[in-house]
């Protein structure tokens, strides 16, 4: 089945990006590596600007759609209004972000770093979007979604397309998920060649939730990591790729989420946000279980995050 996202698009939108976002390193991990006889490699997408991997999706929309001219708006829990303010000030235009209460204080003042206004109100994303949809009808705005529209999703998967080049290829990667931009445009440029899974928080998982359904339907939101994996209801696009190409949804609880933020910081002096340590916890939990051998990339994609939450939680 032909998916809305395709490599050609995903290998266009590199193209259209490379000058201005950071091709982030790998990391392989040493043989045994947390005890598991399995090869482990790091992707370490929160080396991108503006802290998390958004910045690409950001770039791909503003650069396709936007004018000299344009004004941008975008809602976020933080990581995506953070990515937009970032592209917005580098191609020199104006924007507007609205942000949940949820979001962390670290988030909205690197918004505001990047020169952009934000807008705080609304107890989750769902409220913040809302807000922003009457300010974008009545100004004209263009709107940056941040998951649910192609050019962010062609933008996503220019990850997928460094981590190829940068090889060896996977056999199988961890993708955190909130709305499903990421592990939609991942899936997209790997459909059939590398197993792609999925993972949410137990008190955050529309993805997980849509595909038991057979459609996208509302979740409560309720997690640690609620500020960037906290989308009420999962992306129509991201819900048609995941159907075809992500293997399947690992659900993990917050102090796992938690111990693994504290196991990057101890072993590998990364500060990870939660939703950015997510992935991480599903193997460091065991929810995830690799095979003898397997090469396993693990996304490690956010950190924004206030260091005394990790170190002295």
Request: aromatic fraction near 6%; charge should be neutral.
């Amino acid at each position: 089945m032909a998916l809305p996202v395709n490599r050609d698009a995903i290998s266009a939108a590199h193209k259209r990006i490379a000058s201005h976002v950071r091709h982030t390193p790998l990391l392989p991990l040493n043989d045994r590596a947390f005890g598991l006889d399995a090869h482990i490699t790091f992707k370490l997408e929160f080396l991108q600007h503006a802290g998390s991997f958004k910045s690409r999706g950001a770039f791909n929309t503003l650069i396709k759609k936007a004018t000299p001219t344009t004004a941008v708006t975008a809602a976020s829990g933080g990581n995506h209004g953070a990515a937009v303010a970032f592209a917005a000030r580098a191609l020199g235009l104006k924007a507007k972000i609205f942000v949940p209460e949820i979001s962390a204080p670290i988030k909205v003042a690197t918004i505001r770093n990047f020169g952009a206004e934000a807008v705080v109100g609304g107890a989750i994303f769902d409220d913040a979007y809302a807000a922003c949809l009457t300010y974008q009808k009545d100004s004209g705005a263009l709107l940056v979604h941040p998951f649910d529209a192609i050019e962010t999703l062609e933008g996503q998967g220019t990850v997928a397309k460094e981590w190829e080049e940068d090889g060896p290829l996977p056999d199988t990667v961890l993708i955190a998920c909130g709305g499903g931009g990421l592990i939609g445009g991942i899936a997209s440029w790997w459909q059939g060649k590398v197993k792609v899974i999925g993972v949410e928080p137990q008190g955050s998982r529309c993805l997980h939730a849509a595909l038991e359904a057979g459609a996208p339907v509302p979740v409560d939101v309720k997690s640690v990591a609620a500020d960037s994996l906290g989308a009420r209801t999962v992306g129509r696009y991201a819900f048609e790729i995941a159907k075809e190409a992500v293997d399947h949804i690992a659900l993990v609880d917050d102090q796992a989420i938690r111990d693994a933020q504290k196991i990057l910081w101890r072993d590998f002096r990364i500060m990870s946000e939660p939703g950015g340590a997510a992935a991480l916890a599903a193997l460091l939990s065991g929810v995830y279980k690799p095979s003898k051998g397997e090469r396993l990339g693990v996304l490690l994609c956010g950190a924004n995050v206030d260091p005394a939450t990790v170190v002295n939680p």
